[in-house]
């Protein structure tokens, strides 16, 4: 049992509305931002026109706290988490409501002048154009996606501390809309969007979502599916470091490297094609299993006989080119603690969390990777490559057990409930996603996407610090930074 902390106590005090959520009132929601006890870390901030949501971990345990919205104001956590700040630009943005008492300036996130209409998803939306967003902007942005420079981010560059100013980013035309296409589908509807949200996460994202489907509707899951949930993500975890291995090889000049890393994930792609599966797992998870025709144990196979000794060679080149990146945009371990970073970034700087090992059904020892506490682009990448390796031990230990031990219990309705409502997550490759969702009358009423690059966006600002701008590419990609879930 995890000791119950002074926010956690505080937050416990107001209604319960679900698992894990409790509602409280505007001094409590007040009191959150200003107690003198160590804080909790927040993995996420967002609202509606209606209320304002944090997001907590306490130990390994989600805490979800709301608030009601008086009059389109609230009371802003940024004040004391800094991750909230995008949230609550965003909430603007999309409902037109406020937030108090921020060191914030308004800016927008989302909008930045040229919608038709401004606060598109509020009940009464306003003029287009009436943000202002763009007249704000002191500097030019420039652009940048998971590959580096050139495409839908804004990052503007501080001209007088060196680095990034992180609250000056935003998403331009990467902004998708995907909350507002959500809302209203049927939960199978859902899924198919949601599974193309980030070519880091089209095993992730779903999965997320399935989880908090099971949460709110009270369903259990058998073995056999969670077992074959587990083999995708692994072998999604795979692809993705290969990937952000090989984006990375390509900054620093290193072919040989990237070459071995390109050659590796079009392997994988093949094996997954071969056994009824897609090239990058899109749409393969479904809100009660997987997509019928995929052969699970065969391609766990199949993946373990294909990349077993490419990953040995491959972990030799790394070895070889890891000396350019020692030193290089360092993550320093309370700034990571602080923003709840995690995946890859977070467990080279001292902070290892990993959702997997509370699941349940994991074969735990198969997760050797410890992680390290440099912080810095070589770690990251060393990390990368142990964790591809224990993804094979898993694969492994998964196929020695597949659909054994016993069925997840299922969540019992909550008396006086008046909503069904489910919080899930997953382990991606580059961090914890963790998805949020209402339903009325079956249908989504209200969804929120976590990314883990949001609180990544928060911390770009000391980890470019002092950094040449041509250096800046190659720092990007060493943090596997893709901007698809922030511009959701």
Known sequence: ????????????????????????????????WHMSAVALPMLSFWADELRAYGLFLEGDQPLLVSTAIDDKRYVGP????????????????LYGVEAMDVPGDGRSALDGGAWDITWPLAQ?????????????????????????VSGVFGLVPDGQQGGICAEQCEAGLGHRGVIAQLLGRTPDEAMGLVSRMSAGGYVAYPLALARAFMQAEGRSIEPAIRDGWMVLLEIERISVHLHDVMLTACAMDAGVLAAHCTHAREALARVCVDHGATRRLTDMIRKEGYRRGV??????????????????????????????????????????RG??????LGRSSGRSLDLRRAENGMRLDALRAT?????????????????????????ERILSSFGLGDADEA????????????????????????VWVRLKEGRIDAVHMRDPAVPVVA?????????????????????????AGVAQ
């Open 459 to 483: 911390a770009l600002g000391r980890i470019m610090m002092d950094m040449d701008v041509t250096m800046m590419p190659l720092a990007l990609r060493s943090l596997g930074l893709s901007t």
């Open 339 to 344: 923003l709840a970073i995690g995946g890859p």
């Open 78 to 93: 940024s004040q004391r988490y800094p991750v909230a700040e995008w949230g609550e630009r965003v909430a603007f943005d």
């Open 124 to 148: 009464r939306p306003g003029p287009g154009g009436s943000h202002g967003g763009a007249l704000k902007a002191s500097k030019a942005p420039f652009w940048v996606d998971g590959n580096g």
């Open 1 to 32: 049992m995890i000791p119950l902390s002074s926010m956690g106590r505080l937050v416990r005090g107001g209604e319960r509305l679900s698992y894990g959520h409790y509602a409280v009132d505007a001094s409590q929601w007040q009191a959150l």
């Open 371 to 395: 992680g390290a506490s440099e912080g810095d682009a070589r770690a990251r990448q060393a990390v990368r490559m142990t964790e591809m390796f224990d993804s094979l031990r898993l694969l």
């Open 411 to 434: 969540y019992p309705a909550i008396p006086q409930a008046i909503h069904q409502e489910g919080l899930g997550a997953a382990e991606a490759a580059r961090g914890d996603v963790w």
């Open 295 to 336: 052969e699970i144990v065969p391609l766990a196979q199949a993946v373990l006989r294909e990349m077993k000794p490419r990953l040995s060679k491959l972990a030799l080149l790394v070895d070889v080119y890891a000396p350019r990146l020692a030193g290089l945009a360092v993550l320093p371990v309370d700034l990571a």
